[in-house]
């Protein structure tokens, strides 16, 4: 079974930065697109960005220039780099690896994470 573990988030003042990271296990042999979602209290869960096994990247406006997302294949692993945040940024943060597939199996499958809550406050 495959397994996504996020760390990094925490509290923080606006203006400061949080680095999260997400590593996946489980007999992994290829991930096609990681990615960072974010739910917010009484909103719906909304991408934050994504990065393809390309190294292409894609992120919500709200984020642009401020966030970096990259991924180490090796070690199957996405970061989320979050500098200049905003108390708007606050919600629990979210990983998913789509295109998930194991060693010795010919199935494509998506996994999220448990989450990690960002607060973002003075």
């Known amino acids: 079974q495959v397994q996504l573990v996020e760390s990094g988030g925490g509290l923080v003042q606006p203006g400061g930065s949080l680095r999260l990271s997400c590593a996946a296990s489980?007999?992994?042999?290829?991930?096609?697109?990681m990615a960072w979602y974010r739910q917010a209290p009484g909103k719906q869960r909304e991408l934050v960005a994504r990065i393809n096994s390309a190294d292409t990247t894609n992120y919500a406006d709200s984020v642009k220039a401020r966030f970096t997302i990259s991924r180490d294949n090796d070690k199957n692993t996405v970061y989320l780099q979050m500098n200049s945040l905003k108390p708007e940024d606050t919600a629990v943060y979210y990983c998913?690896?789509?295109?998930?597939?194991?060693?010795?199996?010919?199935?494509?499958?998506?996994?999220w994470g448990q989450g990690t809550q960002v607060t973002v406050s003075s």
């Open positions: 998913n690896a789509n295109g998930v597939r194991q060693y010795g199996s010919s199935w494509f499958r998506d996994y």
């Open positions: 489980g007999r992994i042999l290829s991930i096609n697109t």
